[in-house]
């Protein structure tokens, strides 16, 4: 993006981040999205479909937090 004067670009930064891989360590995984906002439902889906890809197929979800800033985190266990 631009300002229009061509000298000073703009970056255009977004809070509605892709759901990400905290840890996958064995069986045990952490995912983390962004947990506000009118997305809310897509980046929950959207994580669910990362666990579900990352496990190849079954989990046990095992725990849910989240921070203040908003980013949610699932703790899971592949189920095989």
Do not use: W
């Amino acid at each position: 993006m631009s300002d229009s004067s061509g000298n000073n670009p703009l970056i255009q930064a977004t809070v509605f981040k892709q759901a990400s891989v905290v840890y996958h360590t064995g069986d045990n995984i952490e995912i983390t999205y962004y947990a506000g906002g009118i997305n809310h439902a897509i980046n929950e889906q959207n994580a669910i479909e990362l666990l579900k890809k990352e496990c190849g197929g079954a989990f046990k979800i095992t725990n849910r937090s989240n921070s203040p800033g908003g980013d949610q985190y699932i703790d899971a266990v592949c189920v095989h």
